[in-house]
């Protein structure tokens, strides 16, 4: 019956007419867009949860589910709960890969969140940009990481150009010092910080760095490079490191009796540093990229920790909060701030428009310093600062 009633319907004049209208109108409705239903979005992360980077996996992670929770807790953003879908790439780039494959073919995620960091972040690029999927990124500083220009990649703090920049100013111009030296280590961001303030000291002042170490991340006797580096002189020394290896290094560089002033690069400023290094440690200057630190007691960080609780209700890990929470926690309240912005009728080409809207957005509830996106700058802000480790083993900012 079926099949001659379809048979012949199709072979009526009026059957035409409602065939073609059901054709145009399949034809004219919007594809399904990816990540997105009528009760939920669809977030994706990667990031190291396990293995020597995981640190800035897990503390990001935390943030970013810290700041789902709060959101879900409300009902969503227009009527959607927010989910999380989370892959520990282990530090690995190829892992990495694979992660962003799954978070959008297999997962379906709306948009990516956060990220792992430089090396990982940059061999997804590829998979991102061909997908055309948002991305806001909150770990990685990498100057690379949108070059060229990506036009769904959104950063939400200073990359590693202006913090560079800043520090080489202040080491160079502020105290005048003639001849720096630096002992990084060989993944990227220690690559891209030597060279991007070497660039710096030669085209604003004239100077290149007198010594310059490699180290690969594992190490833990720096002794041999340090020798080599207080060869040259030194009357200064960046320790452009992570900031559990950059505590051993300092005790180290003081151990050999090597005195001249330390700095360090944008990583080292954590409660991590002085843990490893002690009070020797007193008085390094980094860069720093937040208007408040993790450890302190200002009302956002105040805030975020008593959220925190709910994650670890017996107590915090060491060296938690760290910035890694922050920048997670900051991250999504600016997606948050988009998907309010971009409405119920949700695309990615329209939240990313309406995330290119935003103006001086302070994200975290003050946690970050105030982010502006347009449809040309995806570098949400530019703004440095420069901090010290007082004599409380605290990190400060510098005044001066």
């Known amino acids: 019956m079926h099949r001659y009633v379809g048979h012949t319907i199709i072979g009526s004049p009026i059957a035409g007419v409602l065939l073609l209208l059901l054709v145009v109108s399949v034809l004219a409705a919007p594809a399904a867009v990816p990540g ?9 992360m990667w990031a190291p949860f396990t293995g020597q980077l995981s640190p800035s996996g897990v503390a990001s992670r935390d943030g970013l589910r810290v700041w789902a929770d709060e959101v879900n807790a409300r009902g969503g953003i227009h009527g959607r709960r927010v989910r999380l879908v989370l892959y520990d790439d282990a530090g690995s780039p190829p892992e990495a890969v694979a992660a962003v494959r799954r978070l959008l073919s297999q997962d379906r995620g709306f948009a990516l969140v956060c990220g792992s960091g430089g090396g990982r972040d940059i061999a997804a690029m590829d998979i991102i940009r061909e997908s055309e999927a948002p991305f806001v990124s909150c770990i990685t500083a990498d100057k690379n990481l949108m070059v060229p220009f990506a036009p769904t990649v ?31 280590n060989s993944l990227a961001f220690g690559v891209n910080g030597r060279d991007l303030m070497n660039a710096r000291l030669k085209e604003r002042f004239n ?7 490699a180290y690969n991340v594992g190490e833990q006797d720096f002794r041999s490079h340090l020798l080599r580096i207080s060869q040259a002189r030194p009357d200064a020394l960046v320790i452009h490191a992570f900031a559990a290896d950059a505590g051993i290094i300092v005790r180290q560089v003081r151990e050999l009796g090597m005195l001249m002033p330390l700095y360090g690069g944008g990583a080292v400023p954590t409660p991590l540093l002085p843990q490893a290094a002690g009070s020797v440690a007193v008085g390094i ?40 929470d922050m920048t997670g926690y900051m991250a999504g309240t600016i997606v948050e701030e988009g998907l309010r912005r971009a409405g119920r009728n949700l695309t990615r080409a329209g939240f990313i428009r309406a995330l290119e809207t935003l103006q001086s957005f302070v994200p975290g509830g003050g946690l970050g310093f105030p982010v502006t996106f347009t449809r040309t700058d995806h570098e949400g802000s530019k703004q440095v600062v420069m901090a010290r480790l007082n004599g409380r083993l605290q990190w400060e900012l510098l005044r001066e």
């Open 36 to 44: 997105v239903s009528e009760t939920e979005v669809v977030l994706g």
């Open 154 to 184: 959104f950063r939400i703090y200073a990359n590693e150009i202006y913090q560079s920049y800043e520090l080489a100013d202040y080491m160079a111009g502020r105290k005048g010092h003639k001849r720096v030296a630096i002992l990084h």
């Open 207 to 213: 100077l290149e760095f007198v010594a310059a170490e």
């Open 285 to 324: 200057i980094a860069p720093w990229v937040f208007p408040v630190f993790p450890e302190s007691d200002a009302p956002p960080v105040r805030a975020y920790k008593q959220k925190l609780q709910a994650l670890y209700p017996s107590g915090f890990p060491v060296g938690r909060p760290s910035l890694y």
